[in-house]
């Protein structure tokens, strides 16, 4: 029904830069919020930041480093980091949320995920 599809990450020095991408796919009539979240190995999985027609939001650990963005038109959310760290390893899942979809319905839709690998 919903496809959540991520891009741009990769391996990347400490002090480095990327830019994460999701889009949307499918009948969507709207997605009330989009957030990023991240998972390192043995780790939970936590949010790194979110996004609603109002406001952002970040985790503590990112804040000030990172920015996420939003393309309504699209269906897309970025996530631009900068002065990236080694803590920042780990997979990075996007989220769709309260997404109206074919037949009326509301559902939250979450993406594979896309690798951030920060090592020198």
């Known amino acids: 029904q919903v496809q959540l599809v991520e891009s741009g990450g990769g391996l990347v020095q400490p002090g480095g830069s990327l830019r994460l991408s999701c889009a949307a796919s499918?009948?969507?009539?709207?997605?009330?919020?989009m957030g990023w979240y991240r998972q390192a190995p043995g780790k939970e999985r936590e949010l790194v930041a979110r996004v609603t027609s109002d406001y952002t939001s970040y985790a503590g650990s990112v804040k000030g480093r990172f920015t996420i963005s939003r393309d309504n038109a699209t269906n897309t959310v970025y996530l631009q980091m900068n002065s990236l760290k080694s803590e920042d390893t780990g997979v990075y899942y996007c989220k769709a949320e309260r997404v109206r979809f074919a037949n009326d319905r509301f559902q939250d839709f979450w993406g594979r995920g896309t690798q951030v690998t920060v090592s020198s």
């Open positions: 499918g009948t969507i009539f709207s997605i009330n919020a």
